[in-house]
């Protein structure tokens, strides 16, 4: 948990030095590291705040962190940005309001979204793992060390080790440390730092540092390096809801709100910054939505889904921004370069826009990639049909060749009321699902794990392996009954399934019991 006496001793260990003033521009990165768009535009989760599997005090949580609007709970629990931001520059991604932004790559995890980020393009045949070594593609912070302007004067911090691989500092000439690395700025106060980090053994494993370290690095460095170019990645908010402890996350949400409001009014009482920087901040991954907040991947619905900010020298007051997008983030290099006066072209010589946040475009529309007539059927009641069996499946042909052990009706997509024990089993699904409109439908299904789903005799969704996963496709669906049926199965570690479905008059992630039917 957050340790409140490192900023006390740093306080007490600055010395401000002032420097003589220029007009080449200042640049403040920071990322928080899997912080979803839900929490920073509507504060605390209303299916999460009360939920004592992600809560050690769901009580105490909520009174923390609840409130009736979304303005007042993003505010609470990010006090800084919601009160600074506004008047001062603005904010992209709140889907709620029409603002899209996503990732471009389709890994929908870390080291491919610092790639995207840094680089200015999604390069998944080569980035699509998170393993600590040297991206192939030359990030924009490497560009601008080799400007005159900023050589020497580029420097980073992140908690999590891949991040200084993915951004190339040691090929690219200029100081990072990442997870448990010291200092490249040597005062006592750094010395003490590292040693703390040591001793207490912070942070989540090897690999990763607590942020407060992160932060107590970032504003020595700040006050004795005065870099021109400066990138802090935030992670303690991802490794929370990796731990399913969504009350530390939120706590992790604030605290860190906390470190950027330092890091900005340090900034701003120093005449080298003062009126010469500019701060942008984005995250490199969306999770999932509901319970599933703990997941990301290509499997997790939602885990696509990002934002940016920014604020500053040189950024309008626009505050939160509505009916804009859609945006990428590999639009934050080409916008980092933009800032900065250089001219950056991605690995690949494709370069994106910075981003504008009057910029609007609606995604091309697909095509249906299947369409599906009505069918004959008389539906005796609500509910799906299913047959319960368990083993030590890993397919779902086992399941199905496994003997029944039960059987009978469920009113939805669920494994709770059908379960008789948490691991290794199976269950087979079958029923109509009644659409009241003729239509274009995204159709999606997530499990976990393996299922094979089949519409209308025809297999829709193939996730036939451990793990399962997320996938949508878009259909066109006849007014009328559509048979359904999937085959599931359980190996271990949490299951869950759901059939989701967005189209004409409906936009549910679980199809609801009244449109659910058996024969």
């Given at each position: 948990?957050k340790?409140?006496f490192?900023?006390?001793?740093l306080a007490a260990?600055a010395?401000f030095s002032?420097?003589k003033?220029?007009?080449?521009?200042r640049?403040?990165?920071?990322?928080f590291?899997?912080?979803r768009?839900?929490?920073?535009?509507?504060?605390?989760?209303?299916e999460?705040v009360?939920?004592?599997?992600?809560?050690?005090d769901?009580?105490?949580?909520?009174?923390?962190?609840?409130a009736?609007?979304?303005?007042?709970?993003r505010?609470?629990?990010?006090?800084?940005?919601?009160?600074?931001?506004?008047?001062?520059?603005?904010f992209?991604?709140?889907r709620?309001?029409?603002?899209?932004?996503?990732?471009?790559n389709s890994?929908?995890?870390?080291y491919?979204g610092?790639?995207?980020?840094?680089?200015?393009y999604?390069?998944d045949e080569?980035i699509?793992?998170?393993?600590?070594?040297?991206?192939?593609?030359?990030?924009?912070l490497e560009?601008?060390?080799?400007?005159?302007?900023?050589?020497?004067?580029?420097?980073?911090?992140?908690?999590w080790?891949?991040?200084?691989?993915?951004?190339?500092?040691?090929?690219g000439?200029?100081?990072?440390s990442?997870?448990?690395e010291?200092s490249y700025?040597?005062?006592?106060?750094?010395?003490a730092?590292?040693?703390?980090?040591?001793?207490?053994?912070?942070?989540?494993?090897?690999s990763?540092?607590?942020?407060?370290?992160?932060y107590?690095?970032?504003m020595e460095t700040?006050?004795?390096?005065h870099?021109k170019v400066?990138?802090?990645?935030?992670?303690?908010t991802d490794?929370?809801t990796?731990a399913?402890?969504?009350?530390n996350?939120?706590?992790?949400?604030?605290?860190?709100?906390?470190?950027?409001?330092?890091?900005?009014?340090?900034?701003?009482?120093d005449?080298?910054?003062?009126?010469?920087t500019?701060y942008?901040?984005?995250?490199?991954?969306?999770r999932?939505?509901?319970?599933?907040?703990?997941?990301?991947g290509?499997?997790?619905?939602?885990s696509d889904?990002?934002?940016?900010?920014?604020?500053?020298?040189?950024v309008?007051?626009?505050?939160?921004?509505t009916?804009n997008?859609?945006?990428?983030?590999?639009?934050f290099a080409?916008?980092?370069?933009?800032?900065?006066g250089i001219?950056?072209?991605?690995?690949?010589g494709?370069k994106?826009?910075?981003?504008?946040?009057?910029?609007?475009?609606?995604e091309?529309?697909?095509?249906?990639?299947a369409?599906?007539r009505?069918?004959d059927a008389?539906?005796?009641?609500?509910?799906?049909r299913y047959?319960?069996n368990?083993?030590n499946?890993?397919?779902t042909?086992?399941?199905?060749?496994?003997p029944?052990?039960k059987?009978?009706?469920?009113?939805i997509?669920?494994t709770d009321?059908?379960k008789?024990?948490?691991?290794?089993?199976?269950?087979?699904?079958?029923?109509?699902i009644?659409?009241e409109e003729?239509?274009?439908?995204l159709f999606?299904?997530v499990?976990?794990?393996g299922?094979?789903?089949?519409l209308?005799g025809?297999?829709?969704?193939?996730m036939?392996?451990?793990?399962?996963?997320?996938?949508?496709?878009l259909?066109?669906?006849e007014k009328?009954?559509?048979?359904?049926?999937?085959?599931?199965?359980?190996?271990?570690g949490g299951d869950?399934?759901?059939?989701?479905?967005?189209?004409?008059?409906i936009?549910?992630?679980?199809?609801?019991a009244?449109?659910?039917?058996?024969?």
């Amino acid at each position: 948990m957050k340790r409140l006496f490192l900023p006390l001793f740093l306080a007490a260990c600055a010395l401000f030095s002032c420097s003589k003033a220029d007009d080449d521009p200042r640049l403040v990165i920071i990322t928080f590291d899997g912080l979803r768009w839900q929490e920073l535009f509507t504060g605390a989760d209303e299916e999460l705040v009360g939920d004592a599997r992600f809560s050690k005090d769901p009580g105490a949580l909520t009174a923390k962190y609840w409130a009736d609007t979304p303005e007042v709970r993003r505010e609470t629990l990010f006090p800084f940005l919601w009160s600074y931001v506004p008047e001062h520059g603005y904010f992209i991604g709140n889907r709620t309001k029409g603002s899209k932004m996503r990732v471009a790559n389709s890994m929908n995890f870390s080291y491919p979204g610092y790639s995207e980020m840094f680089c200015g393009y999604p390069d998944d045949e080569r980035i699509n793992s998170n393993s600590p070594v040297p991206n192939p593609n030359v990030s924009v912070l490497e560009v601008a060390n080799k400007d005159p302007r900023y050589k020497g004067k580029v420097m980073m911090y992140s908690s999590w080790e891949s991040i200084r691989f993915a951004v190339n500092n040691e090929r690219g000439g200029f100081p990072g440390s990442s997870a448990h690395e010291p200092s490249y700025t040597k005062t006592p106060a750094t010395k003490a730092i590292q040693e703390i980090d040591r001793i207490e053994n912070t942070g989540f494993g090897e690999s990763e540092r607590a942020d407060d370290i992160t932060y107590a690095f970032a504003m020595e460095t700040l006050r004795e390096e005065h870099p021109k170019v400066f990138y802090v990645g935030f992670g303690d908010t991802d490794e929370f809801t990796h731990a399913g402890e969504y009350d530390n996350y939120l706590e992790a949400c604030t605290w860190t709100d906390g470190f950027i409001r330092d890091i900005v009014e340090f900034c701003e009482a120093d005449p080298f910054y003062k009126g010469k920087t500019t701060y942008i901040l984005t995250c490199d991954h969306g999770r999932g939505r509901g319970p599933a907040f703990r997941h990301h991947g290509e499997s997790t619905r939602g885990s696509d889904e990002t934002w940016f900010i920014a604020f500053g020298k040189g950024v309008p007051a626009l505050g939160e921004t509505t009916d804009n997008g859609v945006f990428y983030t590999k639009q934050f290099a080409a916008t980092i370069a933009g800032i900065l006066g250089i001219d950056f072209t991605p690995s690949n010589g494709e370069k994106s826009e910075p981003f504008d946040p009057t910029y609007k475009k609606e995604e091309t529309a697909a095509a249906p990639v299947a369409s599906f007539r009505a069918v004959d059927a008389k539906p005796k009641g609500q509910g799906l049909r299913y047959s319960y069996n368990e083993g030590n499946f890993m397919s779902t042909e086992e399941v199905v060749a496994a003997p029944v052990k039960k059987s009978g009706v469920t009113p939805i997509f669920d494994t709770d009321a059908v379960k008789l024990t948490e691991d290794h089993f199976g269950i087979v699904f079958k029923g109509l699902i009644k659409i009241e409109e003729s239509g274009d439908y995204l159709f999606s299904v997530v499990t976990d794990d393996g299922s094979k789903t089949w519409l209308d005799g025809t297999l829709l969704v193939d996730m036939n392996r451990d793990g399962g996963g997320y996938k949508d496709v878009l259909i066109a669906l006849e007014k009328g009954y559509h048979r359904i049926e999937i085959q599931y199965f359980e190996n271990y570690g949490g299951d869950e399934i759901s059939v989701g479905l967005e189209g004409p008059g409906i936009a549910t992630e679980n199809l609801p019991a009244k449109m659910l039917f058996y024969e």
